[in-house]
């Protein structure tokens, strides 16, 4: 599957049958459109911990060079903790989908959190910042399986240089149904963004691509009894890019089979029956409208042009994006505390008890 060009989303091209406009197998990191830049699914076998919340055994590491869906676990950038130590963006979004482990976060706005077991957490770039994800073994008689999404939203040229934005979509908030078919078979819809029919979607960040009416967005993932059926709502427009991933299990909609792991492009407009096979399926669902605009990467950077990449790299060389307000890069909390959010202007939420 090739990534479809932004410029020219409202192509007459349809399926000759079904619903299915092409397929692509899942590799690392996953296919993404317009308006996604990057799609990668986590999942660490990670072993006990240790005393420093580390791994206590090197069993089942990955070389350091190894692609990351290779079974086993990896270090990632971390020397003592896994995971991915103080480092910058600007220009996009970042949209972390937990659905197993935990996750410590800081940011150079002074947030920090602890999260996970299927929480969200929206990061907006914007003009810069600088944040850590750190995979802590709290277990320390194991396994630590961490399993998580993380996926890179664009944002329009008006947007890139708009203040950073740190949010929090606990479990506990993020709007659910089950569907039930007419035997009593189920999938779990969960809404991480875009409505569901009438299940309506927690409010994105302020200045996200997610916001505006026109971008037709939508995160949600499925959860499928096996043998289930349930139907996709059709998107407002044709001009939505629609991408569903089943990493588990097979679905089969408009009259073929997608054998997991694979990506299918899926005519928006149309509403959309889905069955799960034998073993039950799990799948993401990402669509949007295309921003339709130059995409300029550079590392942690996404731009329009060139000359606004070599410009962040200037900028953050200069400012480090506000600073790190930690005092080492890889911060992570103690072992017993549950799960929280600090954020930039001094409030502190507990989810578990509902504290603010």
């Given at each position: 599957?090739?990534?479809?060009?932004?410029?020219?989303?409202?192509?007459?091209?349809?399926?000759?049958?079904?619903?299915?406009?092409?397929?692509?197998?899942?590799?690392?990191?996953?296919?993404?459109?317009?308006?996604?830049l990057?799609?990668?699914?986590?999942?660490?076998?990670?072993?006990?911990?240790?005393?420093?919340?580390?791994?206590?055994t090197?069993?089942?590491?990955r070389?350091?060079?190894?692609?990351?869906?290779?079974?086993?676990?990896?270090?990632?950038?971390?020397?003592?903790?896994?995971?991915?130590?103080?480092?910058p963006?600007?220009?996009?979004?970042?949209?972390?989908?937990?659905?197993?482990?935990?996750?410590?976060?800081?940011?150079?706005?002074?947030?920090?959190?602890?999260?996970?077991?299927?929480?969200?957490?929206?990061l907006?770039?914007?003009?810069?910042?600088?944040?850590?994800?750190?995979?802590?073994?709290?277990?320390?008689?194991?396994?630590?399986?961490?399993e998580?999404?993380?996926?890179?939203?664009?944002?329009?040229?008006?947007?890139?240089?708009?203040?950073?934005?740190?949010?929090?979509?606990?479990?506990?908030?993020?709007?659910?149904?089950?569907?039930?078919?007419?035997?009593?078979?189920?999938?779990?819809?969960?809404?991480?963004?875009?409505?569901?029919?009438d299940?309506?979607?927690?409010?994105?960040?302020?200045?996200?691509?997610?916001?505006?009416?026109?971008?037709?967005?939508?995160?949600?993932?499925?959860?499928?009894?096996?043998?289930?059926?349930?139907?996709?709502?059709?998107?407002?427009?044709?001009?939505?890019?629609?991408?569903?991933?089943?990493?588990?299990?097979?679905?089969t909609?408009?009259?073929?089979?997608?054998?997991?792991?694979?990506?299918?492009?899926?005519l928006?407009?149309?509403?959309?029956?889905?069955?799960?096979?034998?073993?039950?399926?799990?799948?993401?669902?990402?669509?949007?409208?295309?921003?339709?605009?130059?995409?300029?990467?550079?590392?942690?950077?996404?731009?329009?042009?060139?000359?606004?990449?070599?410009?962040?790299?200037?900028?953050?060389?200069?400012?480090?994006?506000?600073?790190?307000?930690?005092?080492?890069?890889?911060?992570?909390?103690?072992?017993?505390?549950?799960?929280?959010?600090?954020?930039?202007?001094?409030?502190?939420?507990?989810?578990?008890?509902?504290?603010?």
């Amino acid at each position: 599957m090739e990534r479809h060009d932004a410029q020219h989303p409202e192509s007459d091209e349809r399926p000759s049958d079904g619903v299915v406009l092409d397929t692509a197998a899942l590799g690392f990191p996953w296919v993404t459109v317009d308006p996604f830049l990057f799609t990668v699914h986590h999942r660490d076998h990670f072993p006990a911990g240790n005393a420093d919340m580390g791994p206590a055994t090197t069993s089942g590491r990955r070389p350091a060079d190894a692609d990351p869906s290779t079974p086993g676990w990896g270090m990632y950038y971390g020397d003592v903790v896994p995971g991915f130590p103080e480092h910058p963006h600007r220009g996009f979004e970042t949209i972390t989908v937990t659905r197993r482990g935990t996750i410590d976060h800081s940011d150079s706005l002074g947030a920090t959190a602890r999260y996970g077991e299927g929480d969200v957490q929206w990061l907006t770039a914007g003009a810069g910042i600088q944040h850590a994800e750190m995979f802590p073994l709290r277990d320390q008689t194991g396994p630590n399986t961490s399993e998580i999404f993380q996926i890179w939203l664009n944002l329009p040229a008006a947007d890139k240089m708009v203040e950073p934005y740190f949010t929090m979509f606990w479990r506990e908030d993020l709007p659910r149904t089950v569907l039930k078919d007419d035997d009593g078979h189920a999938t779990e819809v969960t809404v991480v963004a875009g409505a569901f029919g009438d299940i309506q979607p927690l409010a994105p960040p302020p200045e996200s691509w997610a916001s505006k009416d026109e971008a037709d967005l939508a995160i949600w993932q499925f959860e499928a009894e096996p043998e289930s059926e349930w139907t996709l709502p059709p998107a407002a427009s044709g001009k939505t890019v629609r991408m569903l991933y089943v990493f588990e299990g097979s679905v089969t909609v408009g009259g073929q089979t997608l054998e997991a792991p694979l990506a299918a492009r899926l005519l928006p407009d149309t509403a959309a029956v889905l069955s799960a096979g034998t073993d039950g399926a799990s799948a993401l669902l990402l669509q949007g409208r295309p921003i339709g605009e130059p995409v300029a990467m550079g590392g942690p950077f996404v731009m329009n042009t060139d000359e606004e990449i070599a410009e962040a790299y200037r900028d953050y060389r200069a400012t480090g994006f506000g600073g790190w307000p930690w005092a080492a890069p890889d911060p992570v909390h103690t072992r017993s505390t549950p799960r929280f959010a600090h954020h930039p202007d001094g409030t502190t939420e507990y989810p578990e008890d509902g504290s603010r």
